[in-house]
């Protein structure tokens, strides 16, 4: 299934995505009506697989840029690059490629042209549309909450492009209060209509809403002043994915990323050889050209190019500082090659495997899982100074990292559970793009980030800059204060 659409005011080009389901096949083109292609049930299914293949492709290296390099946890690997210093030190201009928000809003546009025309179309089962549709406000969800915490301020389009004819093609900013209040609305949306029955683990499920949900409610407690009517949605959302006997933590950390879509799994992007590969982490692995033949995959993970980025010093001995922390090996591994008189570091998660001397990278992006639910739940409790329980939820993670029960004792201060709480998250989500939303919502990124430190008072400094092909395709784009000197 091919989709091509024109959105003239982000990016000037033509969009085009497909996915591997054979019983569907359309083509729709920049300008083709609805009687042409949305004329039933098949045609809103194949969009909604259209989407997220989509959603998987705008967030395939983005998705590690905006959630995680900007933490002053990682620096150059085996080699260097500028447009990754320029991240690692926050130091961002409107040229870098991941100010543009182009792939966001082509996925946007996608999930709008579902929304507007799925309503009219006739289903066999009406739950099948609901999930389509669900499916649809979720990754619109998703998308305006990345934007609203990237740029800010930002274009808020909610009518499908299909022609550059069309009003609307050169949107302003809106507030980011009203991109954050439509990622509420949307979220609703999905809960409202997605069938309880569904437990997709790479698409929208009720598990998936509520913790993007959850992720979404904390962030408006403790970011955007949203009071305890977040705090509350926080908590009921993220007490909904709990109780849901589809998901539980894996024994075995390692287990996590080699079982994929196991039972932890409660949302990621589906990498599959011959449909999708690549992304972020091909730039984890040494290079084999370096490698002894013998110690290639025994135990190096080897890839197919540089080793662009790799975790500071300070960050591999936060990782390591538990021996007994069963994370440690599958965050990151070392080994001395002998023969090459060289010691190699690489990251053991999302590496894929290593077929006829060649790296495919077909291993799932997880986006959401048990153990975020756990650790959300810890701080929406802390939050609401619910201490013993935000302990225990602790302690379930702790347990499996160091299988040790209660490994964070009952008597810990308010600011000891908070200090514990990203402590862990530190270390059980490292590389999975989540750590730079963790130190804006925790409030410590000033505190945490080296590069970081003394700059409070620069304008708007969290944010990206808009990147400069967006603002001079749109001339009603305005750049990002303190990004417009």
């Not at 639910?373 to 225990?392: V, Y």
Request: charged fraction near 20%.
């Amino acid at each position: 299934m091919k989709l091509r659409i024109n959105i003239l005011l982000l990016i000037l080009a033509t969009v085009s995505f497909s996915a591997c389901h054979g019983d569907l096949n359309i083509t729709q083109k920049s300008e083709v009506s609805a009687n042409s292609m949305w004329k039933n049930e098949n045609d809103a299914t194949s969009a909604m697989y259209g989407l997220h293949n989509k959603f998987r492709s705008a967030f395939s290296t983005g998705y590690i840029y905006w959630g995680e390099y900007r933490t002053g946890l990682w620096g150059d690997g085996m080699t260097t690059q500028t447009s990754r210093d320029q991240v690692y030190q926050n130091q961002l201009g409107p040229d870098h490629g991941y100010a543009n928000w182009g792939d966001l809003y082509t996925t946007i546009n996608v999930a709008n042209l579902i929304l507007k025309y799925t309503p009219s179309i006739s289903f066999a089962n009406e739950s099948n549309k609901n999930k389509v549709l669900a499916n649809a406000y979720y990754v619109r969800a998703f998308c305006y909450y990345w934007i609203g915490r990237i740029w800010g301020d930002a274009p808020l389009l909610l009518d499908g492009f299909e022609s550059d004819k069309q009003e609307g093609l050169f949107p302003v900013r809106e507030s980011a209060d009203i991109i954050f209040q439509q990622v509420g609305d949307d979220l609703n949306q999905a809960l409202s209509l997605m069938p309880s029955t569904v437990n997709s683990r790479n698409m929208a499920s009720p598990a998936a809403i509520n913790i993007l949900k959850a992720d979404y409610s904390l962030w408006m407690y403790k970011v955007r002043n949203g009071g305890t009517t977040a705090l509350n949605n926080a908590q009921s959302a993220v007490t909904a994915v709990l109780s849901d006997a589809n998901y539980k933590l894996e024994a075995n950390y390692g287990n996590i990323f080699k079982n994929e879509l196991g039972p932890e799994i409660i949302f990621a992007w589906s990498y599959i050889q011959d449909e999708y590969t690549d992304g972020y982490p091909a730039d984890f692995l040494v290079p084999s050209q370096y490698v002894s033949a013998s110690a290639i995959e025994n135990p190096v993970k080897v890839g197919s190019h540089q080793q662009w980025c790799f975790y500071t010093e300070a960050y591999k001995t936060l990782l390591s500082e538990i021996p007994t922390d069963q994370r440690t090996k599958v965050s990151f591994d070392t080994y001395f090659d002998k023969p090459k008189n060289a010691t190699f570091q690489w990251i053991n998660k999302f590496a894929g495997q290593w077929s006829n001397s060649t790296r495919i990278f077909d291993a799932d992006i997880i986006v959401y899982r048990y153990a975020d639910a756990l650790l959300l739940d810890a701080e929406i409790k802390a939050a609401s100074n619910k201490i013993p329980e935000a302990i225990t939820s602790l302690n379930k993670v702790a347990a499996r990292a160091y299988g040790i029960t209660d490994y964070y004792s009952s008597t810990l201060s308010a600011e000891q559970v908070n200090d514990a709480i990203l402590n862990e998250r530190l270390k059980e989500f490292a590389a999975e793009g989540k750590l730079w939303w963790d130190y804006i919502r925790m409030g410590v990124a000033f505190q945490k980030n080296p590069y970081l430190k003394g700059r409070e008072n620069e304008k708007n400094v969290l944010l990206w800059p808009v990147s400069a092909t967006s603002i001079n395709k749109n001339p009603n784009i305005t750049q990002t204060e303190g990004y417009d000197k």
